[in-house]
């Protein structure tokens, strides 16, 4: 590392800082706190990482250090660069001692990088040669807006099982030209039309009681759009087409949510490859995958948004987790699809069998376990399209579960072979909110009790800018009962009940509280930041 007097500037990252705390023994380190984060790429390359503990003092706007007696660099903690480790701007992971955070209340540590070079002008014989003291000093002078992203608290400890708050969204359309304002990181009401949903979530989750609760946000799908001028001026390569997206959406408004949303989880659909992707059977039996398909999931992996170790295999994008009392499983429905010609259609699977046997255990597994239960995909499991339901065919044409027949059908056989009841899914794709509840029973009445109860509840997008890309609730096959085989060879039936509809642009806020999930979608016209206690909720669902 480069000695102090060498350190002369320091600045924020790019992105949120994104942290676990992994548990250790004392011999081996003791607990170490992962983080993720970006460089700056106009800053170029760091000599250190600093850690500054502090407060945030919000009246005066700004994070004054612990101890105002104590010179800065005698309270930071440095972690030296010992190797370039990656294009400034990309994904970047450290661990550091849990140790070094603060245990004082409102406090924790300054996530800085320190410079060799100088960032201001200066007068020789008027200004001293800055140093590593001047440094922190004039990153501190930055306020709590533009530091509030580097701010890493103590994960708090997990709440009494049975309660939790969590907000699903999806589709983030890239602003065009005149869509952004300035300033919607501190007021909404700045906000262009891209920028609105994310403004009233940032909003929500820093002002409001109940989005303080918030602890985890799901993104199903479409965090970029690779493909956003439908192929007339898309970038022509991959580094413009997907790096760069990603990169300007974590550099947004998304970068000012509170550390109390501790967890953010990204389920990658088609508009990170390109619109509808699927791979094509060619004549000789290989598929093609199509010209960007390796390039975005690469882009994809590279930022996904977890600073720490990931169960499972490296490279899917499928994994479970449990999270404040609930289990997840985070489902890849786009990247493993089988090419569907009409003569495979009836066979074709939309996820591979090693995901439908990591889904298969996780239900066990969380069945046994007693806690609510949630699958994310980007793709809608229920309803079916009404094409679909009037035409076997015409699932040649659906994007969602229902175009793949035979694994919408292995999913529900499995809910039913395990009695899997009040499983919860939850999608993003079609740029429409509701929900419906749906059973399955066998069709010739036989086992009733065997009766099992599923919900699907689908987030609108964040930013759905053109109407023709938005699917017409008349679309939907709700209500409906279709029949199909189930896995021990008898014929089940599938009931599902009237769409419930809730269109135009938001996000989706859940309250899991032991059997009771409440369900509200936020909306421009009824925004959820607005006011001192929620409103009435769109939906209340009995999980029993």
């Given at each position: 590392?480069?000695?102090?007097h060498e350190?002369?500037?320091?600045a924020?990252?790019?992105?949120?800082v994104?942290?676990?705390?992994?548990?250790?023994?004392q011999e081996?380190?003791?607990?170490?706190?992962r983080?993720?984060t970006?460089l700056?790429?106009?800053?170029?390359w760091?000599?250190?990482w600093?850690?500054?503990p502090v407060?945030?003092?919000?009246?005066?706007?700004?994070?004054?250090?612990?101890?105002p007696?104590k010179?800065l660099?005698q309270?930071?903690?440095l972690?030296p660069?010992?190797?370039?480790p990656?294009?400034?701007?990309?994904?970047?992971?450290?661990?550091?001692?849990?140790?070094?955070l603060?245990?004082e209340a409102?406090s924790g540590l300054l996530c800085?990088f320190?410079?060799?070079?100088e960032?201001e002008q200066?007068?020789e014989?008027l200004?001293?040669?800055p140093d590593?003291e001047?440094a922190?000093?004039s990153?501190?002078?930055?306020?709590?807006v533009?530091?509030?992203?580097?701010?890493v608290?103590?994960?708090?400890e997990?709440?009494?099982e049975?309660?939790?708050s969590?907000?699903?969204?999806a589709?983030?359309?890239?602003p065009?030209l005149?869509?952004t304002?300035?300033?919607?990181?501190?007021?909404?009401?700045?906000?262009g039309p891209?920028d609105?949903?994310l403004a009233?979530?940032?909003?929500?989750?820093r002002g409001?009681?109940?989005?303080?609760?918030v602890s985890?946000?799901?993104?199903?799908?479409?965090?970029?759009y690779?493909?956003?001028?439908g192929?007339?001026?898309?970038?022509a390569n991959?580094v413009?087409r997907?790096?760069?997206p990603y990169?300007?959406?974590k550099?947004?408004?998304?970068r000012?949510l509170?550390?109390t949303?501790?967890?953010?989880?990204?389920a990658?659909?088609?508009?990170?490859i390109?619109?509808?992707?699927?791979?094509k059977?060619?004549?000789?039996?290989?598929w093609d995958r199509?010209?960007?398909a390796?390039e975005?999931?690469?882009?994809a992996?590279?930022a996904r948004?977890?600073?720490g170790?990931r169960?499972?295999?490296?490279?899917?994008f499928?994994h479970?987790?449990d999270w404040?009392g609930a289990?997840f499983?985070?489902?890849?429905?786009?990247?493993e699809r089988?090419?569907?010609?009409?003569?495979?259609?009836?066979r074709?699977q939309m996820?591979?069998?090693?995901?439908?046997a990591a889904f298969?255990?996780?239900?066990?597994h969380?069945?046994?376990a007693?806690r609510?239960?949630?699958?994310?995909?980007?793709?809608m499991?229920?309803?079916?399209?009404?094409?679909?339901?009037?035409?076997?065919a015409?699932?040649?044409h659906?994007?969602?579960?229902?175009?793949?027949p035979a694994?919408?059908?292995?999913?529900?056989?499995?809910?039913?072979?395990?009695?899997?009841?009040?499983?919860?899914?939850l999608?993003?794709d079609?740029?429409r909110?509701?929900?419906i509840?749906a059973?399955?029973r066998?069709?010739?009445?036989?086992?009733?009790e065997?009766?099992?109860?599923?919900?699907s509840i689908?987030?609108s997008a964040l930013?759905?800018?053109?109407?023709?890309?938005?699917t017409?609730a008349?679309?939907?096959a709700?209500p409906?009962?279709?029949?199909?085989?189930?896995?021990?060879g008898?014929?089940?039936?599938?009931?599902v009940?009237?769409w419930?509809d809730?269109p135009?642009?938001?996000?989706a806020?859940?309250?899991a509280?032991?059997?009771?999930?409440?369900l509200?979608?936020?909306?421009?016209?009824r925004p959820?930041h607005?006011g001192?206690v929620?409103?009435?909720?769109?939906?209340?669902?009995?999980l029993s």
């Open positions: 590392m480069a000695r102090l350190l002369r500037s320091a924020p990252p790019l992105h949120r994104e942290r676990v705390i992994e548990r250790q023994a081996e380190g003791g607990d170490q706190l983080v993720l970006a700056r790429p106009e800053l170029g760091p000599r250190a600093a850690w500054l407060r945030e003092d919000a009246k005066a706007g700004r994070y004054v250090p612990l101890d007696l010179p660099s309270q930071v903690q972690q660069f010992e190797s370039q990656g294009e400034p701007g990309a994904a970047l992971r450290s661990s550091l001692p849990a140790r070094w603060p245990a409102g800085l320190v410079y060799a070079d960032r200066r007068v014989g200004h001293e040669t590593l001047t922190l000093r990153a501190l002078a930055a306020g709590l533009a530091l509030r992203h580097a701010f608290t103590r994960p708090a997990a709440p009494e049975g309660k939790l969590f907000v699903l969204a589709c983030q359309f890239p065009g005149l869509d304002l300035q300033g919607a990181e501190i007021d909404p009401r700045r906000a891209a609105a949903s009233r979530l940032l909003a929500f989750t409001h009681p109940a989005g303080a609760a985890l946000l799901l993104l199903a799908g479409d965090q970029i690779g493909d956003a001028s192929g007339v001026a898309d970038a991959s413009d997907y790096a760069m990169r300007a959406f550099a947004g408004l998304v000012h509170p550390s949303l501790e967890r953010i989880v990204h990658p659909d088609d508009h990170e390109i619109d509808n992707w699927e791979p059977l060619l004549a000789d039996g290989r199509g010209p960007w390796e975005a999931l690469a882009a992996w590279a948004w977890e600073p170790a169960a499972g295999l490296f490279e899917r499928w479970p987790f404040r289990s499983f985070i489902g890849d429905s786009r990247t089988e090419p569907r010609p009409l003569a495979r259609l009836l074709a996820i591979s069998s090693a995901q439908r298969a255990a996780w239900l066990a969380s069945s046994a007693g609510p239960r949630f699958v994310l995909t980007g793709s499991l229920l309803p079916r399209r009404l094409a679909t339901a009037e035409h076997a015409s699932a040649l659906s994007d969602a579960w229902d175009g793949y694994s919408l059908h292995w999913l529900l056989g499995e809910l039913w072979r395990q009695r899997a009841s009040n499983v919860v899914f999608s993003g079609e740029h909110s509701g929900f509840s059973s399955i066998r069709a010739d009445g036989a086992e009733p065997r009766a099992v109860q599923l919900h689908h987030s930013y759905a800018p053109w109407p023709f890309a938005v017409p008349e679309a939907l709700a409906e009962a279709f029949d199909f085989p189930g896995p021990e008898q014929v089940l039936r599938c009931t009940s009237a419930h809730c135009g642009d938001g996000f806020l859940l309250q509280e032991g059997a009771t999930l409440r509200w979608f936020d909306r421009a016209e959820l607005e001192a929620l409103p009435a909720a769109d939906a209340v669902l009995d």
